[in-house]
């Protein structure tokens, strides 16, 4: 009898073993490339007392060491050990994500995470995977979309190391995602993934911003520059925002009867004004008003600035009524969402 119990017990293991293959699989290559960032990052001192190591490169270490601080100290953001390792990229790309969403419609496609809870993305420490993936789901009719990934947080389980590729952005920028990802470490509520993402892009903005100002003075080169580049930001987000709008009500008018090649027509004309919008863009840094010159962007584009920016007014407001106290904010927050 014990032996018939036992081999049924194998019997079901080896059936969910097959059944959740490709998440197993997944799993396994995304813990080996975080054990590889973890145990091949050094220490920052390291990095600051090698005499090899370009003291250009030493001045981005010891603002990131300034912008942890005042992260903890003025904004309210949980004490960690993250950003206090370097991960030495070599110049090459460690990350990529993939996001997609229905070919009609500006809705995402999402993967089911244990703990994590529903997700409208996936990361891949390899760009072949992460291409087998993005075919699955064109292969599925759905738009696809794969991007680089600059930086990215464990939320607090693992101590996550800066990237040596962070240290090519500017002051402003590099502050922005420091902040923005020590967000997510602070608060991260299951299933809301767009709050989750508004409000670390919300807090990486803001406290930049304060964190140059008090670092450097308002009237500082790298204040003035954040300032500039935050703004074009904002324009690029007000027209792709808008242009979403218009794809919906457009997305809304298609019937049944209306064949693919004309659904197709009709989208493609929606997104070449929305690039042709950007064009007319007054914006202080005039690449972007050429960033669709080559590709046209796709509703996981669309999708993507949705995620990030669509519950800023939303969140502005929140934060009005802490009188523009991010650290009385998150406290709040943290109460209210048990962390």
């Given amino acids: 009898m014990l032996k018939k119990i036992s081999w049924g017990i194998l019997l079901i293991l080896i059936a969910l073993c097959l059944y959740y293959w490709n998440w197993l699989s997944y799993g396994y290559n995304q813990a080996k490339g975080q054990l590889k960032v973890i145990t091949q990052s050094r220490p920052i001192e390291d990095f600051l007392q090698d005499p090899n190591f370009p003291d250009s490169l030493k001045q981005k270490l010891e603002l990131t060491m300034a912008v942890r601080g005042f992260a903890v100290d003025s904004l309210g953001l949980n004490k960690s050990d993250n950003y206090t390792e370097l991960y030495d990229q070599k110049g090459k790309t460690l990350l990529w994500n993939v996001s997609a969403s229905e070919p009609y419609a500006l809705k995402a496609y999402t993967w089911q ?24 789901l064109k292969e599925k009719g759905l738009d696809v979309r794969i991007r680089t990934v600059g930086g990215w947080s464990t939320l607090g389980i693992l101590k996550d190391p800066l990237l040596s590729n962070m240290l090519e952005r500017n002051d402003g920028a590099l502050a922005e995602v420091i902040i923005h990802e020590l967000t997510h470490a602070t608060l991260f509520v299951k299933n809301e993934v767009e709050f989750n993402e508004n409000l670390a892009s919300f807090i990486g903005e803001k406290g930049a911003e304060r964190f ?42 298609f019937t049944d009867s209306l064949s693919t090649s004309l659904k197709d027509s009709l989208k493609n004309n929606c997104i070449q004004h ?54 009385l904010m998150l406290t709040a927050m943290k109460i209210k969402y048990g962390k």
Avoid at 113 to 136: I, N, R, S, T
Avoid at 237 to 250: E, F, N, P
């Fill in 113 to 136: 995470y244990p703990f994590l809870g529903e997700m409208p993305y996936k990361g891949f420490f390899d760009l072949e995977k992460a291409k087998k993936e993005a075919d699955l």
């Fill in 212 to 253: 140059l100002v008090s670092h450097f003075g308002d009237s500082s080169a790298q204040h003035l520059e954040y300032l500039q580049s935050l703004a074009d930001s904002k324009t690029l987000t007000r027209i792709i925002l808008a242009g979403a709008g218009r794809l919906d009500s457009l997305y809304g008018s």
């Fill in 274 to 327: 929305i690039a042709d919008d950007l064009k007319n863009g007054a914006f202080y840094n005039t690449r972007y008003q050429n960033i669709f010159d080559d590709v046209l962007p796709n509703n996981a584009y669309f999708m993507a600035h949705r995620r990030y920016h669509n519950q800023e007014d939303s969140i502005q407001a929140i934060f009005h009524q802490y009188d523009d106290d991010i650290k």
